[in-house]
């Protein structure tokens, strides 16, 4: 099979073709009755600009030396479109002196070049790999790169890292090609102590355990600091007292933050 491998200006339209080289597209009236019929010469690829011809062969059953068959060019159309490289796959013929040329024109998704992430201390690389799913040659998604860094900071958080903010430095843009994380990690935090003040009927240990907010065991088991949860816990708690008759009970939160003398480890 011949295959052109690249053009010069792959996602414009080729220049307009020559009275004896004309091309058009396979579902409009051919030229002449029957001339599917007849033996294509050769079948070709177009507008791959990083792709090579040969690797999109490997998904075309088509070949030259047969006549057209509609419903095969429809199977390697999908084929085609299944390799997720595309954001158009369209069949053509092309009539010339020597017979007939079957032609796929593609239009390539853009292709991912690199990913790196950027401050990642605490959590490693080949995981922040597995979160994002993002690999060197895969389609370039700018909406993707936006959820794997939403992805990431997300992880962090759920891991105590709740003032971890994960900037997407490159990757935001339709003309990038390339992916940056630039990762803020932040200090691990946990609640290492909840206090009840003006709890007046019911003791600091009972009220706890209405609670989704844990405290930690030497920094290590449970504790985890989650500001989204603070909605809840209140909420748990007016929820008990209003439960008891307390109808006019109001609760409010305060933190402090203090600096851990150790941390016994970070990975």
Do not use: C
């Amino acid at each position: 099979m011949q295959a052109q491998e690249r053009l010069t200006a792959p996602l414009a339209p080729p220049p307009g073709p020559l009275p004896e080289d004309r091309a058009e597209p396979l579902s409009s009236p051919l030229p002449t009755p029957g001339v599917l019929n007849e033996p294509l010469v050769d079948v070709r690829v177009e507008g791959n600009a990083t792709i090579p011809a040969s690797a999109i062969a490997k998904y075309i059953k088509t070949r030259s030396g047969r006549a057209a068959d509609k419903n095969l060019i429809r199977e390697d159309v999908r084929s085609l479109y299944g390799t997720r490289w595309f954001l158009s796959v369209e069949p053509l013929y092309r009539q010339t002196d020597a017979g007939l040329v079957l032609i796929f024109k593609v239009i390539e998704r853009p292709i991912l070049q690199s990913v790196q992430y950027q401050g990642n201390n605490a959590v490693k690389t080949k995981h922040l790999e597995a979160i994002t799913g993002l690999r060197r040659g895969s389609p370039f998604d700018v909406s993707a790169n936006r959820e794997a860094a939403q992805a990431i900071e997300t992880h962090y958080r759920e891991k105590g890292w709740s003032f971890a903010t994960v900037d997407l430095a490159k990757g935001g843009s339709r003309q990038d090609r390339d992916v940056i994380f630039e990762i803020n990690e932040g200090p691990k935090v946990a609640a290492t102590r909840v206090k009840f003040q003006g709890n007046e009927d019911f003791s600091g240990p009972l009220l706890k355990t209405k609670l989704r907010t844990k405290t930690a065991i030497l920094w290590v088991f449970g504790g985890k600091y989650d500001p989204a949860t603070f909605p809840d816990d209140i909420a748990a708690l007016k929820a008990y007292y209003h439960s008891l008759g307390y109808f006019d009970v109001e609760i409010k939160e305060n933190i402090t933050f203090k600096q851990a003398d150790w941390v016994p480890f970070s990975k």
